[in-house]
């Protein structure tokens, strides 16, 4: 039997409403009279949107753009295909659609996409938050997004709706001729599809929480800037530190351990929420009878001495302690760092011993010191 087979009659609990959303989100069928508005807003974005969807180079006439909406039209009353745009307080501010569904198996693909005035507003996740739950209550059982690896604003939507980051398919697809991989994520009517909070923290001194793309040049400032500073004391980097795709892989990478609990990297953020002054993280986290992390950190050569990494070192153990339920924090230095050893006995923790050849520092195997702090309520 094929991925559509059964009568459509069978198929008709499965079809969507034509209008849902909340307060604000509304989730609208697409229709061959939303030609004129669809298609100037495409239109208006196309140089923005061209780069991850490559559909945008077959509607470059408002005729091009009705043919595909009448595709559409006939896509839904053959139960292929459901296409909706969404609105935000009552502003046209994007689409979102399902694909390849599959009635035998009640699974079906998620694609999106927004305009680029309503993007970084948290719109399009809670859009896709929307969408997936309705079809998970008409009784589908799975659903899928895939993205360009590249893709990492697009791709950190799943992930911070609790979507399982399944893998990367090579070569998956073709845009403007050129072969790309695929990211896909995954999530199944069992799962709890809502947006996961992230840690967030400001007083003022700093503000400390997890990067996003937009942040990717002003990290690349802060280390470029501390170059010489950071060398001596942190890990041998990678050839392309500096680099944009480097730093959307990491970030992308520590998001998706964050929501998983094995790491938390946080950067140091001056008060105007832009400028990148440091870097704090617990890596390593061990569960079960351990219940241990690593912590690490850097700071900016400007901002030493004013309390910041402290201050920022007591907050982490405290969430790493209360929320995360861990028992042992460690932290390590090279032996003539004193400043960090300042910090680490203010904020109490102990000395462990020395231990030789610990780290690759570059290009050689450093001595570090050992400190723990132990979590005394637990």
């Known amino acids: 039997?094929?991925?559509?087979?059964?009568?459509?009659?069978?198929?008709?609990?499965?079809?969507?409403?034509?209008?849902?959303?909340?307060?604000?989100?509304?989730i609208k069928r697409l229709k061959a009279c939303d030609a004129q508005k669809s298609f100037e807003m495409i239109d208006r974005y196309r140089h923005e949107l061209r780069t991850f969807l490559p559909w945008i180079d077959f509607t470059n006439t408002l005729e091009e753009q009705k043919k595909s909406l009448f595709k559409?039209?006939?896509?839904w009353e053959e139960k292929i295909a459901f296409h909706f745009y969404i609105e935000f307080q009552g502003q046209y501010v994007g689409g979102i659609g399902a694909h390849n569904i599959d009635f035998n198996n009640l699974t079906f693909e998620i694609g999106y996409m927004l305009f680029p005035p309503f993007w970084k507003k948290g719109i399009i996740q809670r859009a896709v938050a929307l969408f997936t739950n309705e079809f998970f209550k008409l009784g589908y059982l799975r659903s899928e997004i895939r993205c360009d690896s590249k893709?990492?604003?697009?791709?950190?939507?799943?992930?911070?709706?609790?979507?399982?980051?399944?893998?990367?398919?090579?070569?998956?697809?073709?845009?403007s001729k050129i072969r790309r991989d695929t990211m896909v994520f995954s999530a199944l009517s069992t799962d709890q599809i809502e947006i996961k909070k992230t840690f967030f923290h400001k007083d003022h001194l700093f503000i400390m929480r997890q990067a996003g793309p937009s942040d990717i040049p002003n990290i690349i400032a802060c280390y470029k800037k501390n170059d010489a500073h950071f060398r001596p004391f942190i890990p041998t980097v990678p050839v392309h530190f500096f680099d944009q795709q480097?730093?959307?892989?990491?970030i992308f990478k520590e998001l998706q351990e964050g929501l998983l609990g094995n790491s938390l990297g946080l950067f140091l953020f001056a008060l105007d929420n832009?400028?990148?002054?440091?870097?704090?993280?617990?890596?390593?986290?061990?569960?079960?009878?351990?219940?241990?992390?690593?912590?690490?950190y850097h700071i900016d050569e400007d901002c030493q001495g004013q309390g910041i990494v402290s201050s920022a070192v007591k907050i982490i153990c405290h969430h790493a302690f209360i929320k995360m339920g861990l028992h042992c924090i460690e932290a390590g230095f090279v032996p003539h760092n004193k400043k960090s050893e300042r910090v680490l006995e203010k904020c109490g923790f102990q000395k462990c011993g020395n231990f030789p050849n610990y780290i690759l520092i570059n290009g050689k195997w450093e001595e570090h010191v050992i400190y723990q702090l132990i979590n005394k309520e637990n």
């Open 72 to 75: 559409f039209e006939a896509e």
């Open 246 to 250: 480097f730093w959307s892989n990491k």
């Open 274 to 296: 832009k400028t990148v002054i440091g870097k704090i993280t617990l890596s390593n986290i061990i569960k079960g009878a351990r219940q241990a992390a690593n912590l690490g």
């Open 1 to 26: 039997m094929g991925e559509n087979s059964g009568s459509n009659l069978e198929k008709l609990k499965f079809v969507p409403p034509e209008l849902f959303g909340d307060n604000e989100i509304s």
């Open 151 to 175: 893709n990492i604003v697009s791709a950190l939507v799943p992930l911070r709706l609790g979507f399982t980051f399944e893998g990367t398919r090579r070569s998956d697809i073709a845009i």
